[in-house]
């Protein structure tokens, strides 16, 4: 039976795969001890910290596997997760979404309550804001200015002159600077592993340069934290960096597959469905588990190969082959063959069920409330794993 770290906990002697209502969301525990303990592996061998990004899994329980106890380090994208964790022992925490200034109160109140919380900002209004704070007395959680690596979304250049002028405000204001945090995002375009240690190298660089540039300038900058799951597996060297952070290899999906970071059989998490119909004329099988259970998410459809809405696996996580979720409505999945393949569809019967892999884990597994534990290779159910919500 699979440890359950809410509680009460929730265990199930007789349900299975085979009983359980669907669409339902299930994840294989098995795959995400060994998701964890591949990049735990490598990053103890690089020299560097890992703090999850535990924004995939929004579950306590996920969240315990990578520290059966303990309080973290861990990365959270909302100050929903924030507090959820902290209620759960986890106290060393960076909120890694740029800090809108009128969450500084909710910020505030988790360092009072004995959070070590690290916020991230990237201009000089979001300091000012926070040394206005920290003049009227509030506690004040530690800093992290975000650095732009690959332009793909918010950050400074290592160069701008702002980043210094932000470092001054905070030190001016009695905020604590800790460091710079970068995101290669822009990794998600590489395909088939290739550019990934380039993109690494890229993140490294940027983050320890705009470490530099500060510690010229005479400002602390203990952390210098990188990270997303591309560049983690792939960079070969991480010198100057203190911590990575990485979120969705704990589950992996069909992009990182298409990214060339997993294989398939890495992947932990699937959609259970049940076939409800045929329409063997326009070669369809439809299930009931449309975009409300898959999510929207298409993100494999620049991909050489295009996943649909999901590969489709038989009931025990085993891929059918060419077989995807080419189309879905709120609740159908139309089961068809991929274009330009010749296979045929597979025979399955009304009533019988399949499982789905998701084009992105973090999206399909926000659609859902719980997981179903299954063990790789059982049907049975070994537990019900809550998931948390909200911002
Ligand atoms: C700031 C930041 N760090 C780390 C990550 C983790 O990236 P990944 O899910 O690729 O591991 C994300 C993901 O969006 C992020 O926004």
Redesign the pocket.
């Known amino acids: 039976m699979i440890e359950t770290a809410t509680k009460p906990a929730v265990t199930v002697e007789t349900a299975s795969l085979d009983s359980i209502a669907t669409p339902a969301l299930i994840l294989d525990v098995a795959r995400v001890d060994r998701n964890i303990a591949r990049l735990r592996g490598r990053l103890s061998d690089l020299g560097v910290q890992f703090r999850p ?1 535990v ?2 899994g929004k579950s306590v329980d996920v969240a315990r596997r990578f520290f059966p106890e303990g309080s973290g380090p861990i ?1 959270v ?1 909302t100050l929903a997760e924030a507090d959820y964790f902290a209620s759960h022992g986890f106290n060393d925490i960076t909120y ?2 740029g800090l809108a200034p009128e969450k500084i109160g909710r910020a505030s109140a988790l360092v009072a309550q004995g959070v070590d919380l690290t916020v991230l900002i990237d201009s000089v209004e979001q300091a000012g804001a926070l040394a206005d704070a920290a003049g009227r007395g509030v506690a004040m959680p530690a800093v992290l200015i975000e650095v732009d690596c690959d332009g793909h979304r918010g950050g400074l250049l290592p160069d701008d002159p702002a980043l210094i002028l932000i470092a001054d405000m905070l030190r001016d204001g009695g905020v604590a600077l800790r460091g710079v ?1 970068t ?1 290669a ?1 822009e990794s998600y375009a590489c395909r088939d592993g290739a550019g990934l240690p380039e993109a690494a190298e890229a993140e490294r660089a940027a983050a320890v340069g705009a470490a530099q540039a500060l510690r010229a300038k005479g400002h602390p900058c203990p952390v210098v934290s990188v ?4 560049t ?1 597996h792939f960079a070969r060297n991480l010198d100057g960096v203190t911590e990575v ?5 704990v589950f992996f999906d069909l992009v990182m597959h298409g990214i060339g970071v997993c294989a398939t059989d890495d992947i932990a998490l699937s959609v259970l469905a049940t076939v409800i119909g045929h329409r063997p004329q326009k070669g369809w099988i439809l299930t009931d588990a449309g975009w409300m259970a898959l999510s929207r998410d298409r993100g494999t459809q620049a991909h050489p190969v295009d996943q649909g809405y999901g590969l489709v696996c038989d009931v025990d996580g085993v891929p059918f082959g060419d077989v995807i979720v080419g189309d879905a409505s709120q609740e159908h999945g139309i089961l068809t063959i991929r274009p330009g393949s010749t296979a045929a569809l597979p025979e399955l019967a009304l009533g019988q069920r399949v499982r789905v892999f998701p084009n992105h884990a ?1 999206a399909t597994g926000a659609q859902h409330e719980t997981y179903q534990i299954v063990e790789t290779g059982s049907r049975a159910i070994v537990a019900h794993w809550p998931r948390m919500r909200g911002w």
Do not use: I, Q
């Open positions: 990004h924004k995939t990365t994208s890694a979404v945090l995101h995002g990270g997303s799951t591309p983690a952070r990485a979120g969705v290899f973090c």
